[in-house]
């Protein structure tokens, strides 16, 4: 598996076993610590147990905090949406959590029970509430009301969930159950299916927010989180799926709902029914919606584009099924157009980019284990790690010391590829643009993109013109332009001479301070007369006291390439301010047009308030004088927690 270089691998957590959707991940500050945690609900349990055919529901909601496992809340009821929102009274950074499960909405302040909706009663069918006022009175034995249920049970939607809880029971569980329920009066409650939040005064940030719920009975319900009361209702023809809201509920909104019918229905403030908005054609998997366009992904294979009028604009066609889409709401310098991006996972385990139906990016991208080479294997042994997953035996190969010749972040092997199924985009802890995916083994990765990083469309030509100079702002004629131009006119000979003495002046400090590089080796390109050309590259990464120095090694094109053998990587340091290992690396054979990439850890033993230099020379057996060198300094260290 490679990852692009567009991004930072944070975490690789091979042990987490997590197993959800994007609908029940989310990231925000529910502790009000000024940083986001991440909350997923964990099926785990639950899929394991039915596999067993055991017949407990377990479900859990677990809290993550930077790289830790912080806690965790467990649930009997699936959870089918969770979103964090704000309410009025709360602290100002600090968020709401509504966690839909079943039949209520449950509300948690800094994971502290507060509040639970509960979604209005329906009416039983007739048949199974008088097969139960039967068993009540004790005329209907448990196998004798199993039987009768399954006879009426052909339309399992129209059953309550006590009977189909009770049809899916293991035989020597039925009397237990039987006996708990058959005195309870029968009511028949619909479960969730989608949330999400929209704002309820404007769409400030001062502004609290109202809960949009979608029910199996197919109906939307906007809960006020401040008064809980319920302040609209509309029914839809079939049972919603996804919801996207904008706007205020007080001012105005938009609401968009995709059914299990294939079709997305637009609900808007002042209208009493729900209307057709675009026909689809295919289940939806997911939907998103931008300032130029609503994106919806498919189960035929496609992601389609709409206007914001409901016409269809575009269509992009994968070679794979797609598992989920999420939005990426990418917030950098680099960004200047605020483009809105999402994220697209296949089938065949890659993650890629995409600002509407132009490929940006490829996060993931699966490579088979038949083609990946042994010669690292060869050169040195870097720390294996065997871990067992729902797939077969994975080998999982760590990023090693003293060889690293690829861009491979992360290189593990499995029979088939490991896809993503669920994902989520925004502010984890302290960074801003976070990419936290789960993959169906129950792998969990967090992403970081780097500060660099710039996804242009792949596909598309830029429209302007070569050449095209803009207009220039031409200053006002003020009396300081004035001026200044009078004095640039009359005393131009002596404005040129200065010009050229300082041109004169740097031309000397470069030659001069190139001459010193060339004597003392220190230029990290080879001096002419080696007929080797290699190119040298060094950085450090980290904050300290801990770093990583990471050493770039790539042959120059010329017309005589060839392989060059018996290379070391030598490091010098002051030995009283850190410690390097190793020191002496040996490089493999380097082999033309290709990047070979070695790390060497360093540790701060000694605080220092100065900016140390660290030299690294690449050297040969037959040669005394370094091949060639670069130097880089050492940032100062923040000091230790510990």
């Not at 994220?343 to 065949?348: A, N, Q, R, V």
């Not at 792949?458 to 009078?486: A, E």
Request: net charge neutral; with cysteine.
């Amino acid at each position: 598996m490679t990852i692009s270089d567009s991004w930072l691998l944070a975490k690789h957590d091979l042990t987490v076993n997590l197993s959800t959707f994007s609908q029940c991940m989310c990231l925000g500050d529910i502790f009000d610590s000024s940083t986001n945690e991440l909350i997923v609900a964990d099926f785990s349990q639950y899929f394991k147990n039915i596999h067993s055919n055991l017949g407990g529901f377990e479900f859990k909601i677990k809290i993550f905090k930077g790289t830790k496992f912080i806690k965790e809340v467990p649930y009997f009821e699936a959870p089918s949406g969770i979103i964090p929102f704000k309410c009025k009274g709360n602290d100002k950074n600090c968020l709401d959590l509504a966690i839909a499960a079943g039949p209520f909405i449950y509300v948690y302040r800094k994971l502290s029970s507060y509040y639970k909706y509960t979604l209005p009663s329906l009416e039983p069918n007739l048949d199974e509430f008088k097969l139960w006022e039967q068993a009540r009175e004790g005329n209907l034995t448990p196998e004798e009301l199993r039987e009768k249920l399954k006879q009426i049970g052909s339309d399992m939607h129209k059953l309550t969930s006590r009977s189909i809880r009770y049809l899916q029971l293991p035989v020597n569980l039925l009397h237990q159950f039987f006996n708990t329920y058959r005195v309870i009066p029968l009511e028949k409650q619909t479960v969730v299916t989608c949330l999400t939040k929209m704002s309820k005064q404007h769409s400030g940030p001062n502004s609290w927010d109202c809960l949009t719920v979608g029910t199996e009975s197919c109906f939307i319900y906007i809960y006020d989180c401040v008064t809980h009361n319920n302040l609209c209702e509309v029914a839809l023809p079939s049972v919603p799926v996804h919801l996207n809201a904008i706007g205020s509920f007080d001012i105005d909104y938009h609401i968009l709902v995709t059914c299990r019918n294939g079709i997305i229905y637009s609900i808007k403030r002042g209208e009493a029914n729900a209307k057709v908005y675009v026909e689809t054609g295919s289940q939806i998997i997911g939907l998103l919606r931008t300032e130029k366009a609503v994106i919806v992904a498919c189960m035929d294979q496609t992601v389609k584009g709409f206007s914001l009028e409901g016409r269809p604009i575009w269509r992009v066609r994968h070679s794979c099924e797609i598992l989920t889409i999420a939005p990426m709401n990418f917030n950098s310098s680099n960004n200047r157009n605020h483009e809105i991006y999402y994220i697209i996972c296949l089938s065949d385990g890659s993650v890629q980019i995409y600002c509407d139906q132009h490929l940006c990016d490829k996060c993931i991208t699966w490579i088979p284990s038949t083609q990946n080479t042994t010669s690292e294997d060869n050169n040195s042994n870097p720390s294996n790690n065997i871990t067992s997953g729902n797939s077969g035996t994975i080998k999982v190969t760590e990023t090693g010391q003293n060889n690293n010749q690829s861009r491979k972040l992360i290189d593990y092997h499995l029979a088939k590829p490991d896809p993503i199924v669920a994902c989520c985009f925004g502010k984890y802890d302290r960074e801003i643009n976070t990419l936290i995916l789960v993959s169906q083994a129950g792998h969990m990765l967090i992403l970081i993109v780097k500060r660099t990083a710039n996804f242009i469309p792949m596909d598309v030509i830029s429209s302007r013109t070569i050449g095209k100079l803009d207009n220039l702002n031409i200053p006002k004629k003020s009396n300081l332009f004035m001026n200044l131009t009078t004095r640039e006119q009359l005393n131009a000979p002596q404005m040129y001479r200065q010009f050229v003495n300082d041109l004169r002046f740097l031309k000397r400090s470069i030659s001069s301070t190139f001459l010193n590089m060339l004597e003392n080796y220190s230029n990290p390109i080879p001096v002419s007369g080696y007929g080797d050309q290699i190119k040298l590259n060094v950085q450090v990464q980290g904050l300290g006291p801990e770093f990583t120095l990471i050493c770039e090694i790539v042959q120059i094109k010329s017309n005589t390439m060839s392989t060059l053998n018996g290379l070391y990587i030598l490091i010098l340091f002051n030995a009283s301010v850190y410690h390097v290992n190793p020191v002496l690396i040996p490089v493999a054979t380097i082999y033309p047009c290709f990047k070979y990439r070695y790390t060497s850890s360093i540790t701060l033993i000694h605080e220092t308030i100065n900016e140390e230099e660290i030299k690294v020379f690449v050297i040969n057996k037959q040669s005394s004088k370094p091949i060639i060198s670069s130097s880089v300094k050492m940032p100062i260290s923040e000091p230790s927690t510990e």
